[in-house]
């Protein structure tokens, strides 16, 4: 996917936090430890730095969601970065977004603190963003 298909789809899923445009896509891309994941309906965005790896974002299509994209894509993640040597994996989700922290609470991940109004929504609202990690032995 290019930055510009990265953006429009970001745009699709996501109002808080807010969309990233195409120059964010290329600039995290260029940046040490990128990884991008991607199928035709989704892609994850992380990276991998020193023993850690972040999942910094995740999109699936609306109409495509349900039909284990995500969970495909965030089980290569964690394989390369694991790959790449990453002992813990962390991210951060909005506080509201309850479909998306099931997701990585089912895939094993734990809460493990909360930013009190860190992200802003378009009409001026904050909403808390929750940490979650996972570690393996």
Sequence with gaps: MTPDALA?????????????????????????????????QGFLLGRVVADEAEVITLATAPEARRQGIASRLLATFLRD??????????LEVAANNAPAIAFYISAG?????????????????????LLLNRTWP
Excluded: M, Q
Excluded at 13 to 19: E, H, K, L, S
């Design 8 to 40: 429009a789809l970001h745009a699709r899923c996501f109002i808080t936090p807010p969309p990233w445009s195409a120059a964010e896509f290329c600039a995290t891309l260029a940046s040490p430890g990128a990884l991008l994941i991607t199928e035709s």
């Design 81 to 90: 970065a694991v790959a790449r040597g990453a002992v813990a994996t962390f």
């Design 109 to 129: 991940f734990a809460s493990h603190g909360r930013r009190k109004g860190y992200y802003s929504a378009p009409d001026g609202s904050r909403t808390d963003a």
